[in-house]
């Protein structure tokens, strides 16, 4: 598929299904890019399906399925968009940074494939108030589902959650406890996390779109 070059192609791009519950137009949403009147279309619209599709079904289907409808806070960012946000100080990383992260249509430098998305899981927010509450929907994905990496935002608790063919599979955070929470290596990486997340519902596994 081309990168459109009108406003029905993009129409046509933005009706693509990645999975059950979500199109490409969902995450095609920028502040920047709306603000500053850049477009943010994908170069290369085929590998932002692709990376965007394993992302879909392996992380948001089985969370939305599991906790409810999920708030989408930042998806996919152009090249153009990212570097200007990086350029200007509006919380974007280089774009080699975000390589197979925010933008889903670069391959990293490893040549892999990825996609991230900012979310908001408001189950979350309706029945916990403490700061460190973020650790407890951590350890639930980290026991349940095949991220490759999350990080967490004092907002709302809003996180970036990651699907990369290579998966790091890190946890850190800007809310305390700040800094890493786990990683290959540290000693609280395997096992059961079951004590944090006591009350949870269990994974419900999405319908096969």
Not at 51 to 68: I, N, Q, V, Y
Not at 120 to 140: G, I, N, T
Not at 192 to 209: C, K, N, V
Request: proline content about 7%; aromatic content about 14%; hydrophobic content about 40%.
């Amino acid at each position: 598929m081309r990168k459109p070059g009108s406003m029905k192609g993009l129409e046509d791009l933005g009706r693509v299904r990645l999975s059950q519950n979500f199109f490409l137009r969902d995450f095609l949403h920028s502040e920047i890019a709306d603000f500053y009147r850049i477009p943010n279309i994908p170069e290369d619209p085929d590998l932002a399906i692709e990376a965007g599709r394993r992302l879909c079904e392996e992380l948001l289907e089985p969370l939305e399925a599991t906790f409810g409808r999920l708030h989408i806070r930042s998806g996919y960012r152009s090249p153009e968009v990212n570097r200007f946000g990086n350029e200007n100080n509006l919380n974007c990383s280089t774009n080699a940074g975000t390589a197979a992260h925010h933008i889903w249509d670069m391959r990293d430098f490893y040549g892999c494939m990825g996609a991230a998305v900012c979310i908001v899981v408001p189950w979350l927010v309706d029945r916990y108030s403490d700061e460190s509450d973020w650790q407890r929907l951590a350890w639930w994905i980290h026991d349940h589902l095949p991220y490759a990496s999350v990080c967490f935002f004092p907002k709302l608790w809003a996180f970036n959650i990651q699907w990369h063919e290579r998966p790091k599979r890190v946890i850190q955070s800007y809310i305390s406890p700040r800094g890493i929470l786990t990683k290959p290596g540290m000693a609280n990486w395997e096992g059961d996390h079951s004590e944090w997340y006591e009350g949870f519902p269990a994974l419900t596994a999405p319908r096969i779109f």
